[in-house]
């Protein structure tokens, strides 16, 4: 019994004390952690590089100059300095490059290495899209990406230094792009792009409609396309406003809980996750801008954009890039207008004019794409130089991935990822005879070191190139 009064002596205690407006203990702070941004992060550690000097070559910087009889000199995996007819220091390692053609390493736009493996005939390999629902955003790239698809080392061995894996275009929102370092590796970390801010692609178009109209369900038309993408990025502000409360609040009380679909949806909206949009027609290039307008993001780049052209004034003013073909036409009927200039007259216009592969072919031939996309361009009586052509496969798609501070082009202080040609790269008889990235060899073409010895390629003829 007196147990029992002392407990209700101090509960009325403790009444009278909130009665009389004490001041209370501060309520408990939630511990929830921070979102890690980048929970799976990159392993990659550059080539064994040294001092190297690359002498007498063509040199293309992909940054306005074509330079006769030129010098690149690479020290500590960076590009040292970049002249005709430099000095070359003590202590440098000469490659004798008289006759050849030196440009920054290719870099692929859009690529599905490694989420859709060679052979792509294997429907097993096929990883590339969730088709499970219109609205997949909450998946990423990356944890599809199987290192030893024998396409990285063909795309090395074509000059191809960096590339972004997009998911597949089935979806409104297909989920998060990784960019990757093509160095082999057993692991996707080993080759993932330390710093490289990630993409979400979106689709516009065709696909998912076809896709889930197929199935009896939103969306089946482009304005049901349209719609899909408006709720999304409705329901994206509203957890952002919730998630940004709670932050404002000293992130007291419970935490919103973590939806992973909004959380990359709302990385977009705050600037930390760049736009990568398939559409192929001008008007829904036009409408995704209105609804990029409307929601408050940027667009990065609209993928193979076959109808850039007729509105090119209007993504160079956006400051939005066009990564396409020279020449894929007529495979569906939203590709029924495209033309062999589309890149050099987003070029004409001031755009970001990018030649991209989509293809494991073509990835080993994008050089050749874009002397195509020249020779079109100057068919037609547009006068683009090939020092400015070769920025669609390096410095442009550096620009797209949000790389750009640090490859694309043969500068100071750049990453040295660079390749050696064989004859000038808009030739089709160029091939790339060696490859650095960040100032190490990743493929000498005289060096049977280098060749491919995949097991997945047992069988195949010696010479796959």
Known sequence: ???????????????????????????????????????????????????????????????????????????????????????????????????????????????????????????????????????????????????????????????????????????????????????????????????????????????????????????????????????????????????????????????????????????????DILVQNHCYRADEMANMIDISREFGFKIRTFHHANEAYKIAPLLAKEDICVATWASWWGYKMEVFDAIEENAALVHAAGGCAIIHSDDPIVIQRLNQEAAAALSAAWRAGIRISKADAVRWFTANPAKALGIADRVGTLEPGKNADIVLWSHDPFSIYARAEKVWIDGGIVFDRADARYRRHSDFLLGQPGETR
Not at 138 to 166: K, N, Y
Request: charged share 20%.
């Open 1 to 271: 019994m007196k147990h029992a009064a002392l407990v209700l002596l101090a509960a009325t205690a403790l009444a009278g004390c909130a009665a009389s407006g004490r001041p209370q203990p501060a309520p408990v702070a939630d511990t929830a952690p921070e979102i890690d941004r980048d929970p799976y992060p990159s392993t990659y550690r550059a080539p064994a590089g040294g001092r190297v000097a690359l002498v007498g070559a063509t040199v293309l910087t992909a940054a306005g100059e074509e330079i006769a009889n030129g010098t690149v000199l690479i020290e500590n995996g960076k590009i040292a300095a970049v002249g005709a007819s430099l000095a070359v220091p003590e202590g440098y390692r000469t490659v004798d490059a008289r006759g050849k053609w030196i440009t920054p390493g290719v870099i692929d736009a859009h690529s599905h290495l490694g989420a859709w493996a060679q052979p792509e005939s294997v429907e097993m390999h096929n990883d590339i899209n969730e088709l499970t629902d219109p609205n997949t955003a909450q998946v990423w790239v990356e944890h599809s990406v199987w290192p030893q698809d024998p396409g990285f080392d063909a795309a090395r061995e074509a000059g191809v230094t960096t590339l972004m894996i997009l998911p597949g275009s089935g979806n409104l929102f297909g989920g998060r792009t990784v960019t990757l370092k093509n160095v082999p590796s057993v692991t996707m970390q080993g080759m993932k792009f330390p710093g490289a801010p990630q993409g979400l692609k979106i689709a516009c178009g065709e696909n998912p409609k076809r896709v889930y109209g197929g199935r009896g369900r939103s969306p089946a038309t482009r304005m049901g396309n349209v719609a899909g993408y408006r709720k999304a990025w409705i329901d994206a502000q509203d957890y952002a406003r919730r998630r940004d409360k709670w932050e404002k609040d000293g992130r007291t009380g419970d935490a919103p809980k973590r939806d992973l679909q909004l959380e990359t949806l709302a990385g977009v909206l705050k600037g």
